[in-house]
């Protein structure tokens, strides 16, 4: 795993790019995604990703949980698990 990016807006559009790429590989999209967990090391960062995320899912989005962690890999800020 190589982390994109120090900033919260780097890495979420990272994770969603890396997620369209494994639904592409599948033979789907990310309008096939029915549940997505986020680790957040700070959840004040909720809003931007949540922006982030919809410019990337169409409605309706698919269920999602968001969970604060004390640290994530490499230092990153946000990871995603589908």
């Not at 990272?14 to 592409?24: E, M, R």
């Not at 169409?58 to 604060?68: G, K, M, V």
């Amino acid at each position: 795993m190589e982390l994109v990016g120090s900033g919260i807006e780097e890495q979420t559009q990272q994770v969603f790019k890396n997620l369209s790429a494994v639904a592409d590989a599948a033979g789907g999209s990310l309008d096939d995604i029915v549940k997505l967990t986020i680790y957040l090391t700070d959840l004040g960062l909720f809003a931007t990703v949540n922006s982030i995320m919809a410019e990337h899912f169409a409605e309706p989005y698919p269920a999602r949980a968001t969970l604060e962690v004390s640290a994530l890999p490499k230092g990153a800020i946000l990871k995603s698990k589908q």
